[in-house]
């Protein structure tokens, strides 16, 4: 378990104008332990398409009894999921699901700058159907070296844990991870942490998952 506090609960209504594009990239995944979101990448493969979910690796205490799931038009669709990847120490995992149902391209930005507009998208209290889109800024790069955490100012709230931080094009530019809070335990408002798209790709090259943010097919062996 991570020694800062994950990223569990604090709400605030912010004036923002949701993006049906990015909301439609959001799933909420559940575990055994809870719930969280996660951000779907659909890759071309031999199977024709598989899609992945970026998450967060706390989410996971066991690798079983995962899913992750969608509300459209009061439709709920929820397909089985299988972790892939977790990596405890980045808080980074990779789910692959096991429907192609769910599809979806994101688009890959460059790390935000401080004073940059970021818009954050999850599934609010773990709800089906609420995957809401909040608004802030960057507010620090490298606030938790050496973790490399970016501080941003767009409100946090349970169920944020891995959902996915977008820049104005709406471009994929990190994965929230947790939350601030102060001596006393108190919820710092607008004080959250994303994992930057720059750790990101890095870790995920690393261990071998690069084409998820890169323009490669997904590699055969995960297909088996």
């Known amino acids: 378990m991570r020694n800062l506090v994950l990223a569990i609960f604090f709400i605030c209504v912010t004036a923002c104008t949701p993006s049906p594009d990015i909301q439609s990239q959001s799933v909420i995944v559940l575990t055994s332990d809870g719930n969280g979101s996660g951000t779907l990448v659909t890759k071309s493969s031999s199977k024709g398409y598989t899609t992945f979910v970026i998450t967060a690796a706390h989410l996971f205490s066991e690798p079983t009894g995962i899913s992750v799931g969608q509300s459209k038009n009061n439709l709920t669709t929820i397909f089985p999921a299988k972790l892939v990847l977790v990596l405890p120490k980045e808080d980074i995992a990779v789910l692959v699901v096991n429907n192609n149902y769910f599809k979806s391209f994101p688009k890959f930005g460059d790390t935000p700058q401080v004073g940059d507009e970021v818009y954050h998208v999850g599934s609010m209290l773990g709800w089906f159907g609420h995957n809401s889109v909040t608004r802030g800024i960057v507010s620090y790069i490298n606030r938790n070296d050496p973790n490399e955490t970016d501080q941003v100012s767009c409100p946090i709230f349970s169920g944020s844990s891995g959902g996915g931080v ?48 890169r323009n490669e097919p997904v590699p055969q062996q995960l297909l088996n």
């Open 166 to 213: 977008y820049n104005s094009d709406k471009e994929y530019v990190g994965m929230i991870t947790q939350i601030a809070f102060d001596h006393n335990g108190q919820v710092i408002a607008h004080m959250g942490y994303m994992i930057p798209i720059r750790k990101l790709r890095t870790i995920l090259i690393k261990h071998k998952f690069g084409f998820l943010v």
